[in-house]
């Protein structure tokens, strides 16, 4: 049978609802990317055709224009941050006006403010359609943008000082810009203005609010990224006309998981030739963390201290959960060479999916009787148990036959994530998570809240200690988060040239069980290479983008090798033979090998692709029990053990071969509070859709737009 290619075509739309200025409505039916918003500031127009500092301004912004005009998709926003002219005369803000011609034929949408160069009575004057049009009628040139993912207050801030360095909002925006502070909402805001903040405005308290995220100016004409001494984080965007080393502005590119908004501000040069061309301005993520310290106090208290915050909290032990009268039809023979947690059938409660929890169960409770109840089997004459994994099998020459029905008594204990949290009015509360035996998840925050810290409850504890304890250090996977675009053009040139150009893209996902998915609640959503697919579509929509699998639970790249002509995963006929643009392979079951057998065994691999015309991403895999890696804890295990991973990594380099570093964001899910694994479904070495996200994660940085 042939290889199976699915196809889909995603358009992107975009909502937007601003209170202000919008600009170029008209809309050509090119797609709209929602999370995607340009930053320009001090073009510095002058209608008498003169340069500032030996620089065409004008020249400039037009190139700067012009690229954003025929950007597919296009922005959701354009957001111009003042010093709009050089010389503020009524003849510059109307050719400032003229220039921006190309976005409104677009129906690009565009949001503007006034810096030190600019005078709103002049502004008004020339372009008199926008008075009365203003956040506050009849104050300053400010707007709020509201998009999916964020909102963007652009705000007319007045110098203060000499020579104006520095900005403040202005009165009249005080109570407006408060009261958008204020709202209780999960969206944070930035709020976008000419001038920088050294420190928090008058009569705006930032700091105070919980949705304010980030502070993003102009006025300097230099790319920074800095937290000022009252902890705003700020970010500066260059000119678009001046210096010309630096001359472009800014993509602000938004994504949204697992409840954590990441915001990449990258540097677009009017020269893409500029080797600054694409380099990042900042980072950020939303909820922002805060430093918080946990000490604990007896068997279940916990000290917290945060933000100038301090409580003690008290957790409740594991919720143990009692079965009477579990049947079991037929007991298989206990077999003692098995793995642990398959030694014979499993007991329900601490079942997870084909194998089971460790530690889970209490040993002393467990008791096996027959049907009826009247007859109580005896452990090591009857029957065996595995007790660390919860396995039960009968015993030859026992009481209990291969057909005889029994039935289980036991108590197991379950797990449970608590959040610790920061609420809006600034005090530390313990958030009670639900009990899994499992897959436990942390409680959602409320509007305005902020994570802490997540307390691990594991089945059976008797006390808190430091391992239980899992303060939030990050909130996303932090920078570098993938390879540069000129390391992505030379890896993947092919495959990005048909994306880019909306051609058919063919992609195939070689794995093992992982790959699979069988295990998966919807394989066909949750998959990574599904998840991956569905991105890319969104990143690329004109492309067409087909993706078929090719995996074998249980087996590894060797297995497939080692398949004779005419076997369903014969690697000639199911991989090679499916002629693909890209190859991305995941073999978690490869990780016996070493960094010799990565390099020999991979190195034929590689050959063979290259012979086909195809390109390759390799995964690298998951982290899996920790007992399997050699790991004593779940923290502090940023450094995949594995010298399977380090062979992958040398490989990839030394080949010129991309590579999808899962395994990096594996190992700091312990910052961001997270166990990893409570992602593992079968406790084991199944991800379950988060965890899967994650290799889609790792994917994407290789595929610039």
Known sequence: MGMRWRSVRMWGTVGLAVAGFAMGLRADGVPVDPDRVILMSDTHIDSRGLTRAKHDAVGAFKECVRQVAEMK?????????????????????RLFRELLAPWDRAGIKYFLTLGNHDRAAIFFKALPEFRGRTAVPGGPVSQLVELPLADFAVIETAGIGSPDWFGTVAEADRAWLNGVLARQTDKPLLICGHHPVDRNPEGVELRQAPRFLAWIYGHYHQMVSKITRDGIRTAAIPSTGFPEETSGYGILDMSRANGVTAFRITFAATDPKSPLHGREIARLVYPPVIPVSMTPEGDWRVRVEAAGVDASVTVEGPETRRVAGEPIPRLPPYNPKGPAYARGAKLAGVRAQECSVRHALDPASLVLKDRAGAVTFVRGRDYEAELTWGCVGRLEGGAIGPDTPVTADYAYGTMRLDAVVLTAERKIVLRKGAPHVSLPRPPDCAPG??????IWVTPRLQKLGEAQLFPVLEQAFPVPSGPAPEEAERRLPKTLAKLRAGGT????????????????PDRERDRWQEQFARRLRERFPQAKIELATEAWPGRNTASYRAEPPGSPHNYKEKVLDARPDLIVSEFVNDAGLDEEGVRRHYGRIRDEFRQIGAEWVILTPHYVRPDWMGLASEKGIDSDPRPYVKGLRVFAAESGIALADASLRWGRLWRQGLPYSVLLMNAINHPDPCGMGLFADALMPWFPR
């Open 505 to 520: 893209v063919r992609i195939l996902a070689w794995g093992d069980s992982v790959t699979d998915g069988g295990y998966l």
């Open 449 to 454: 809240e902020l994570r802490l810290a997540n």
């Open 73 to 93: 998709p296009r922005p959701a926003a354009v957001l111009l941050l003042g010093d709009l002219t050089e010389n503020n005369t009524v003849e510059s803000f």
